[in-house]
């Protein structure tokens, strides 16, 4: 018994037209009713790709093995002394009014090891990274910034507020929004110094 063959006709792709974006395509160029598919320049059906799960469980959180949602995901790369590369995965994850904590996975997100609990106070905060050399920073505007080495969390910089004017035992405290930046800073830039040594510069 023979089947029938049906044939459709496809645009071909060329001129401004290669430019489309992969996810815009399915609705715009797919033949009617069909799923995961494309047809590329030469008008040759292709398969859109989907995802996977990577871990088999999803995270719960150390402290109260709550269920938690990822908050932010960060590649970090350390170079050690034998000249090899040390990858993580540092994720960010956060219950919905509790635990706010940080992760790092070594095999791509398929197993996590915890870190620290930072509070319920980070709770919806949007952290940022950044990584000088082998040390990579974390910040979230709550909190005071930590530092990372891929093995061990720091705090980076003070952890209290500047004090301005004064010295000793008589100080002022500044209650103030901060705004933390790496860089030197020139001795021409110093504004003022105190009788217990500390010493303030404009940023």
């Known amino acids: 018994m023979s089947y029938p063959i ?5 645009s071909v792709f060329l001129g401004t037209q290669e430019g489309i974006h992969s996810v815009a395509l399915p609705a715009i160029y797919s033949s009617s009713g069909s799923r995961n598919l494309w047809i590329d320049k030469l008008g040759r059906a292709k398969k859109i790709p989907g995802y996977s799960k990577q871990n088999s469980s999803a995270v719960t959180t150390n402290t109260g093995s709550a269920a ?3 908050r932010a995901l960060r590649a970090y790369r350390k170079t050690d002394s034998d000249g090899t590369f040390t990858r993580q995965l540092i994720g960010v994850f956060e219950a919905a009014s509790s635990e706010y904590e940080l992760w790092y996975s070594t095999n791509d997100g398929a197993a996590w090891t915890f870190i620290i ?8 905060s949007i952290p940022d990274f950044s990584q000088v050399d082998n040390t990579l920073f974390f910040a979230n505007g709550v909190v005071a910034p930590r530092a990372w080495n891929g093995s061990a969390l720091s705090t980076a910089g003070p952890s209290a507020n500047r004090k ?4 000793p035992p008589s100080v002022e405290w500044i209650g103030a929004f901060h705004r933390w930046s790496l860089g ?15 010493v303030e510069r404009q940023l």
Do not use: E, I
């Open 117 to 124: 609990d930072l509070g319920s106070g980070s709770v919806g």
């Open 164 to 167: 301005w004017g004064g010295s």
């Open 184 to 198: 030197k800073v020139p001795n021409s830039h110093r504004v003022g110094q105190h009788g217990d040594g500390t």
């Open 6 to 10: 049906q044939t459709q006709v496809f």
């Open 68 to 70: 938690t949602r990822l």
